[in-house]
């Protein structure tokens, strides 16, 4: 039997094996910076998540300076507790500043973020700023909707007037209405407030046109706009046009909040003017807090976001929600641990759930299917 001292079994085998290891390692490595550079090239979506939370019985900070979220200088208002919290979403990502794949990635796996495709957020023609502009003034639409709904949820009687404030490039009212025309009907019908108005061109759908009378310079006008569907998660009829109301108040209220969009506050703004005007507390003291758009009679619509919101409401230690009835499918199953959620139509139904939540007596108000 020959034996080979200079050449150890162990080593030959070691080195026979090293240039396979160093390529696995190799391989390893090429497909780790792939990966990484997947991971970071920009993603078609954009990521909700809960944003700040206004106390809609407190103060805000405006120019340095803590004032009143709702203030009414001229009236008397009277001594609140606990809170009343309106809710926001922040959305990261648009179309100039794209989220990664590892961004969405990660959100994905966050219960309390939401991973939507850019263009049900941003509009394929509408730049940023004029998604600001449509949502800063439906901010300032929903503040009026909501101080008309809690006046006349006080018995307070005012006039009102809806009018054209914008209208959107390639809509269908372009070149026929114009910024400034009074609504005086469609199909007939007249409206309270822009909601209502809403409700008609939603049920005159998009395969007629609406009949449009309008007041323009003391002269009264009539055409026919045929409403084409919206753009968004929820697409519904629309004529193109932004509208405001002009509500004639019997005294000044203020809802002091910047750089917040939207009109999906109306509902919290609406409640925390009555309960400044109302003896005792809506809320017996409680934290609570709530979403929905307003009309200004007092019907509360559905809103984006909500999961968000719950978790939002959640991290304020709110203990009680008040949701509109619409957004319960978005509701249920979602809701976090330690949040007792209410599902709400109108006004008179938020109140009613306060009053149940102020008396400790909550069951058998109307809630979202657990399940």
């Not at 193109?240 to 203020?254: A, H, N, R």
Request: net charge negative.
């Amino acid at each position: 039997m020959a034996l080979f001292p200079d050449t150890p079994p162990d080593r030959s085998r070691s080195d026979r094996a090293r240039p396979g290891a160093s390529l696995g390692w190799l391989l390893l490595a090429i497909a780790a910076v792939a990966i990484l550079a997947i991971a970071l090239l920009p993603a078609p979506y954009v990521v909700q998540k809960p944003g700040p939370v206004f106390d809609t019985l407190g103060e805000v900070t405006i120019d340095d300076e803590a004032v009143p979220l709702i203030d009414i200088p001229t009236e008397e208002t009277f001594p609140t507790k606990g809170s009343l919290d309106m809710l926001t979403v922040v959305v990261e990502g648009n179309r100039e500043a794209p989220l990664n794949w590892f961004q969405v990635g990660t959100s994905w796996l966050d219960r309390s973020r939401a991973v939507l495709p850019i263009d049900s957020v941003y509009s394929p023609d509408e730049t940023i700023e004029q998604s600001n502009e449509q949502s800063r003034i439906a901010m300032e639409v929903s503040q009026q909707e909501a101080i008309a709904a809690a006046l006349r949820s006080l018995d307070y009687d005012f006039p009102s007037v809806l009018t054209v404030a914008e209208l959107s490039a390639g809509s269908p009212a372009e070149g026929v209405l114009e910024a400034g025309d009074v609504i005086t009907e469609v199909n007939g019908e007249t409206f309270a407030d822009v909601t209502a108005l809403r409700a008609e061109i939603g049920k005159n759908g998009v395969d007629r046109p609406a009949v449009v009378s309008v007041l323009r310079d003391g002269v009264e006008l009539t055409e026919e706009i045929t409403p084409v569907l919206s753009e968004g998660e929820q697409p519904s009829p629309i004529l193109g046009v932004v509208i405001s109301s002009e509500y004639d108040f019997p005294f000044d209220v203020t809802i002091q909040l910047e750089n917040v969009g939207g009109p999906s506050a109306g509902q919290m703004f609406a409640l925390g003017i009555i309960d400044k005007l109302t003896p005792g507390q809506l809320n017996g003291g409680e934290n609570v807090a709530g979403t929905g758009t307003i009309t200004g009679a007092g019907d509360i619509g559905p809103i984006g976001g909500i999961r968000q919101k719950m978790f939002g409401a959640l991290a304020e230690r709110a203990g009680y929600f008040l949701a509109p009835v619409d957004n319960c499918d978005e509701v249920t199953g979602h809701i976090p641990d330690g949040l007792e959620v209410f599902a709400v139509a109108t006004l008179e139904d938020s109140l009613a759930a306060l009053e149940g939540i102020a008396s400790g007596e909550t069951e058998g108000l109307p809630a979202c299917p657990t399940e």
